[in-house]
């Protein structure tokens, strides 16, 4: 008698128990919350808005962005422009000016140095806005590919990169650009070359983690090819690693673009990137042109620390550990 009515209680429970969850006040209850946790970009969208340092930098490297687009518009001479009045008298009268329009003042061939400025930010934001997420999507495919087959595959590309990080890089973009020239185009594609194993380990040991999971192999009972279970169903679980990593790539591969235009071998004149301007200014500091060194050294302080605090708000907002 005490157990049937015991299981009775029971019963009564688990039924007002579906009834409440079926019920409408339920639904409008619990409404935000499953609206506010609809999908896992969503969450990491309101949790990256939540991070002030990443938000006030994606302002400050949009704002950088469009200096290097719309910058020109306010220059009064053009980057290779030279101003004759002021060769000979660069330290006495070559420092920013509001009366002959260098804003930024002039360089130490009398060119004015706001139009370079301008156009070096454009050359090094491009070269590291393709080159690096070029290069990491490269890496992540041969990653995922390797990761997934593994096997004889697996050890090609695991031997390939470790002799690869063995190769110094300054070497080969030496020799890379005494055969094919010194452009932003060449440029472009040595950096790409140079950093195709970015990210392919770490999204290796991410599909190597995912491969045998369940919706994996529901997908191989269904008949799905190999392409189409990793770009299908293995890409959209990794590309969160992707993102993070390509706000890494991005301030590395500028910061590799200004180190080879620094040492000379970067950018062919007249063109020029933020690293053979700071180049340029280092080489001019020691006659009292600070203004050379100080303006295109400001430029790259803002792009690196704006990228990094961009790519660390993206890895809290979308590292699931963190969730």
Do not use: C
């Not at 157990?3 to 128990?17: D, E, F, K």
């Not at 594609?189 to 290796?204: D, F, K, M, Q, Y």
């Amino acid at each position: 008698m005490d157990r049937s009515q015991g299981t009775g209680g029971s019963g009564m429970i688990l039924s007002a128990a579906r009834r409440r969850l079926q019920s409408r006040a339920f639904a409008e209850e619990r409404a935000p919350e499953m609206i506010a946790s609809r999908s896992f970009w969503a969450d990491a969208g309101r949790r990256f808005l939540n991070n002030r340092m990443a938000v006030f930098s994606v302002g400050m490297l949009s704002l950088l962005i469009l200096f290097s687009i719309f910058g020109n518009l306010f220059a009064r001479w053009s980057y290779e422009e030279i101003d004759w009045n002021m060769l000979g008298r660069i330290k006495e009268d070559g420092g920013p000016s509001l009366e002959n329009g260098h804003w930024f003042g002039v360089d130490e061939l009398g060119r004015d140095l706001y139009a370079r400025v301008v156009q070096g930010t454009r050359t090094s934001l491009l070269v590291g806005f393709i080159a690096g997420p070029v290069s990491v999507l490269l890496g992540a495919t041969l990653g995922a590919l390797a990761g997934y087959y593994g096997g004889r595959l697996d050890r090609t590309v695991l031997a390939a990169y470790t002799i690869w990080l063995a190769i110094p890089y300054i070497i080969f973009f030496v020799v890379w650009q005494a055969f094919f020239g010194r452009s932003m185009s060449q440029m472009i594609l040595v950096i790409i070359l140079v950093n195709w194993t970015a990210g392919l380990l770490i999204v290796r040991g991410q599909v190597m983690m995912l491969k045998n999971r369940e919706f994996v192999d529901a997908a191989r009972m269904l008949g799905m090819s190999d392409f189409k279970i990793i770009f299908r169903h293995l890409a959209p679980n990794v590309l969160w690693v992707v993102v993070i990593y390509t706000s890494i790539v991005i301030p590395e591969v500028i910061m590799m673009e200004s180190l080879v235009s620094f040492l000379g071998v970067g950018i062919q004149e007249p063109n020029t990137s933020i690293g053979a301007l700071l180049s340029q200014g280092a080489s001019t500091m020691t006659f009292g042109t600070l203004w050379q060194l100080g303006f295109p050294a400001a430029i790259f302080v803002i792009a690196q620390v704006s990228l990094f605090y961009i790519g660390d708000g993206l890895r809290d907002a979308l590292d699931p550990k963190d969730r």
